[in-house]
């Protein structure tokens, strides 16, 4: 576990900072046109991702409920991205961020798995 959260605060940091830095370049593929005010929210989008990664980075060695509790939020933020995705797909992006649903549904899954270990070797 401590190597998946290790890969998954990696990636959030990574995604997070191309958002901050180049947040045209990274919704380019969708068709999204950035304009300065609009990059913001990228950004901001970009900023959260930066701090899940250190939460996650700072959870690897967490004690069951510390873990329960990361591994929680990271899957309701896949849940809710992959849905964002979705969304993303049917307004017209269509399989140019087609990436974007195999990561959430990558990054869930292990989320899942591993917050269903943690609870079933966690005492009631």
């Known amino acids: 576990m401590k190597l998946f959260l290790s890969i998954a605060a990696i990636l959030a940091g990574l995604f997070g900072f191309m958002l901050l830095a180049i947040p045209e370049k990274f ?3 969708a068709g999204i046109v950035m304009t300065p005010m609009l990059a913001t929210v990228a950004q901001a989008h970009g900023a959260t991702l930066v701090g899940l990664g250190v939460i ?3 959870a690897r ?3 069951s409920r510390g873990l329960l509790a990361v591994l929680t939020g990271n899957l309701v933020v896949q849940l809710l991205s992959l849905f964002v995705v979705f ?3 049917n307004l017209g992006a269509g399989v140019a961020v ?3 649903v195999a990561i959430h549904i990558i990054l869930g899954g292990f989320f899942g798995w591993f917050l269903w ?3 079933a070797a966690r005492p009631v």
Do not use: F
């Open 61 to 63: 060695s967490a004690d």
């Open 117 to 119: 270990k943690v609870s």
């Open 27 to 29: 919704y380019e593929p």
């Open 98 to 100: 087609a990436p974007g």
């Open 87 to 89: 969304r993303t797909m």
């Open 56 to 58: 996650n980075w700072m």
